[in-house]
């Protein structure tokens, strides 16, 4: 079972988790000004890289909380997880 390291709980089982998607998304300050190209790419289009990618996760069966997680999407290798709002941390890039 792969184990996700929760920033205010600590580590768990990935069951007690729920993916949010790519972290860093910023909301348009006036949406309703988008046109409805711009609106549809906010929503939908996101970069899925292959290797290291910013993600959103919620620590659902614990404190309830969201956070940030930058995980190897190769190997499926959580690299570091971090509190919302704060700044990705360093990791090597392979």
Not at 76 to 81: G, H, K, Q, Y
Request: glycine share 6%; aromatic share 12%; charged share 30%.
């Amino acid at each position: 079972m792969l184990l996700i390291t929760c920033p205010y709980c600590g580590e768990r089982p990935e069951l007690e988790f729920s993916y949010g998607g790519e972290a860093h998304i910023a909301r348009p300050v006036r949406p309703a000004e988008l046109s409805d190209e711009d609106w549809t790419a906010y929503l939908y289009t996101r970069s899925n890289p292959k290797g290291v990618h910013a993600e959103r996760w919620r620590h659902l069966h614990g404190c309830a909380r969201f956070f940030n997680a930058l995980r190897d999407t190769r190997s499926d290798t959580f690299l570091a997880t971090y509190k919302v709002g704060e700044q990705p941390p360093e990791v090597e890039r392979a």
